[in-house]
């Protein structure tokens, strides 16, 4: 009824930048609506950390680890959900992954920054 497709991620040296694609495929009727949309992020240390989210319509929120440096937007004709990650660090490597509504996962994408 949902589906979620990261995409975008790969290997780049700090200080570089990346763009990750979420394609949202949502069965219509299989939901209320999307009233809100995120990217979290995994590490063997963290199981999952918030770095950008985004009430449609309405406010976008981040964390200051990643503030200034990352930028959640959405293309509504596209159905898509991005994240412009710039200025990349090595603590940036994880698993990127996007969340609708508080409730569907994709699977993810790697992003992996070396020094």
């Known amino acids: 009824q949902v589906q979620l497709v990261e995409s975008g991620g790969g290997s780049v040296q700090a200080g570089r930048s990346l763009r990750l694609s979420c394609e949202v495929t949502?069965?219509?009727?299989?939901?209320?609506?999307?009233?809100?949309m995120s990217w979290y992020r995994r590490t063997p240390e963290k199981e999952r950390e918030l770095v950008a989210d985004m009430v449609i319509g309405g406010q976008k929120w981040y964390p200051d680890f990643v503030k200034g440096r990352f930028t959640i937007s959405r293309d509504s004709i596209k159905n898509t959900l991005y994240l412009q990650m710039d200025n990349l660090k090595p603590e940036d490597s994880a698993v990127y992954l996007c969340?609708?509504?508080?409730?569907?996962w994709g699977q993810g994408t790697q992003v992996t920054v070396s020094p």
């Open positions: 949502v069965v219509p009727g299989s939901i209320p609506g999307v009233s809100r």
């Open positions: 969340n609708l509504n508080g409730a569907f």
